[in-house]
């Protein structure tokens, strides 16, 4: 059962960066899976409403059912209502691109956005993805937050970045990244500078619970080098502090942030 389970999810994580769909064929393939047992999995999301298959071209692809709970989730929780005031005061103010990710286990994913950006170039990647702690903003925010033992530990569980997929200055030793956490910690919130991207910046700072301290997210600005860069990071330091500061506070109001503090 729990196989079938887990082949289910496969498929529909495969499925979700294509909204134009995927052949059975293509699926079976990519996911080294039977094609007969891949229809059947395909037949049965179908059933349960999270699968449709395009009639004029027989690709699979899914259904905003998923989206909805997630989306459901989200709004139950009142995180949104909480966060988006000051995401969108915090991206006026720096105007780039702002988010917020909770931790979700071992892990930090994306829920709200404000785009401050108004002209020029727009950087707005994709939302509800995983975060990669060792090449990124909020992934070094949230470690720095540990012992050095506590986070290479983490990121142990899976591993650096590769280069090709990063910018030029992502760490790809224990070292490197040792230095960029203990920057962070010294300044309160983390700085990289074409680390996750070619010609991107971005910083971020833990949101710590009222209650115990305990992280429960992080606030992160991003945006290009030209515009963002290191010394109008520095300078936007206070306001993304002050900002993690007000949705701690507020964090009592939010059931899913309260229960990750």
Do not use: W
């Amino acid at each position: 059962m729990s196989s079938i389970l887990e082949r289910s999810f496969k498929v529909l994580e495969h499925l979700a960066p294509h909204p134009e769909g995927k052949a059975l064929s293509a699926l079976a393939s990519e996911l080294d899976m039977p094609l007969s047992a891949t229809h059947r999995l395909l037949a049965e999301l179908i059933r349960c409403g999270y699968v449709r298959q395009d009639h004029s071209q027989g690709n699979y692809l899914l259904t905003i059912k998923l989206v909805s709970l997630g989306l459901g989730f989200l709004s139950a929780s009142g995180i949104v209502d909480i966060a988006q005031p000051l995401l969108d005061r915090l991206a006026a103010e720096s105007g780039e691109l702002v988010r917020l990710a909770v931790v979700d286990g071992d892990e930090l994913t994306f829920v709200a956005k404000a785009q401050g950006a108004m002209r020029g170039l727009r950087y707005d990647p994709d939302m509800g993805l995983s975060v990669n702690l060792s090449c990124s903003s909020a992934g070094h925010a949230l470690l720095s937050t540990l012992s050095d033992e506590e986070a290479l530990a983490l990121v142990a569980k899976r591993g650096f970045g590769k280069p090709e997929d990063y910018g030029p200055n992502a760490p790809t030793t224990v070292k490197a990244l040792l230095a960029y956490l203990q920057a962070a910690r010294e300044r309160g919130f983390s700085l990289i500078v074409e680390v996750f991207a070619p010609a991107m910046t971005a910083m971020a700072a833990p949101i710590r619970s009222s209650h115990n301290g305990a992280v429960m997210g992080v606030v992160t600005i991003a945006g290009p080098l030209v515009r963002l860069t290191e010394e109008r990071m520095h300078a936007l330091g206070p306001a993304l502090l002050a900002t993690t500061a007000e949705l701690a506070m507020a964090s009592s109001g939010s059931a899913l942030l309260r229960k990750r503090g």
